[in-house]
């Protein structure tokens, strides 16, 4: 497995991580065996990363992951680095009701995310929304009270904007922001990407595959199950899916040439943007997961390069990629 550092502070971590966040829930039912199975044969095959949010499911997602690590051979439990998003408010009925980013939350938040995943320390640990009540300074130096004592091993961010990263960053390292970034999620490029960089801050990168809108597995007549996210997300919306549907056409024709799936093609482009950038790979089982890290087996020449930018140019899609409601909680949007 090929590795990355999060940024100049953090560790090294596998070139791909896996984001667990679809093993409870938000895109339809998932199998519990079955995510147990890709949890063990992603460790197995050398990812390291396994990323998660204390809000996933309630607590499922973290109970789940601390269920893999138990049954998960000791070389593999050992090497897993836990990524942990907190401070998203939910309700019984699953509803939310925005974000806590308070000294306090947060200490209370860790504690409960310790005993789930049945660790002594958390790898990562991050805010997963800006709490627009709450000074970043605050937040993130409530994480570095968690560091001094043990309990966190790192400081991250997650889905904020340049002038809070810097922030951040002059209150206590920061190793990586966790944000969106893909074909068709390319915002990150115009602004946060060179402060990051500037500033030595790596880049978890989430939803890659757009949530499986440019995988290359839905159809122009896909429906979605109300408990899915994409059932009300723009750009699984009927024209708007139609037209981002013919964009993943046009990225097939270039996967067939080299003998590659449209998401691996989707993942490497990721990957060629730069050392510092560690894709998530949303795989529920172990097919996917099985063709994700083919990602790592494909090389993009500037010619493959060229021609996926002419397929899929930046702004290409259509439809935001979250609902209004939710948009206007991104400080990175801002």
């Not at 497995?1 to 409870?24: E, F, I, K, N």
């Not at 519990?32 to 044969?41: D, G, L, P, Q």
């Not at 961010?157 to 969106?180: C, F, K, M, W, Y």
């Not at 999620?185 to 030595?200: M, N």
Request: glycine share 10%; with cysteine.
């Amino acid at each position: 497995m090929d590795t990355r550092h999060l940024g100049t502070t953090g560790p090294q971590v596998s070139a791909l991580g896996l984001g667990c966040m679809g093993m409870s829930g938000m895109y339809g039912d998932a199998d519990r065996a079955e995510s147990i199975a890709t949890i063990h044969a992603a460790l197995e095959a050398g990812v390291t990363l396994l990323d998660t949010g204390d809000f996933y499911g309630m607590g499922h997602n973290e109970l789940l992951i601390g269920e893999a690590l138990r049954a998960a051979p000791a070389a593999s439990r050992e090497n897993a680095l836990l990524s942990v998003k907190f401070g998203a408010l939910r309700d019984p009925d699953g509803g939310w009701s925005g974000f806590d980013g308070r000294p306090a939350a947060v200490k209370n938040f860790a504690a409960y995310s310790l005993q789930r995943l049945g660790v002594d320390h958390i790898d990562v640990y991050r805010l997963s929304r800006l709490d627009p009540d709450v000074p970043i300074e605050e937040t993130v130096g409530a994480i570095a009270e968690l560091v001094e004592k043990g309990w966190v091993r790192h400081i991250g961010l997650s889905e904020v904007g340049a002038g809070t990263i810097r922030r951040a960053a002059a209150t206590a390292p920061i190793t990586d922001l966790q944000i969106e970034y893909a074909l068709i999620s390319r915002g990150p490029e115009k602004e946060i990407l060179p402060t990051l960089r500037e500033l030595g801050i790596a880049v978890t990168a989430y939803g890659v595959l757009s949530r499986g809108l440019i995988s290359g597995h839905l159809s122009r007549e896909q429906q979605f199950a109300a408990s899915d996210f994409r059932a009300f997300s723009p750009r699984f919306q009927g024209d708007n899916l139609r037209h981002n549907l013919s964009l993943v056409d046009s990225l097939r024709k270039i996967a067939d040439q080299k003998g590659a799936t449209v998401a691996q093609i989707a993942i490497a482009w990721v990957l060629s943007r730069g050392e510092d950038i560690v894709p998530l790979i949303g795989a529920r089982t172990r097919e996917r997961l099985d063709e994700a890290l083919g990602a790592l087996e494909v090389t993009l020449t500037e010619a493959d390069l060229a021609a996926i930018e002419a397929a899929v140019p930046a702004g290409a899609a259509a439809g935001e990629r979250y609902a209004p409601a939710q948009m206007a909680m991104l400080d990175s949007e801002r």
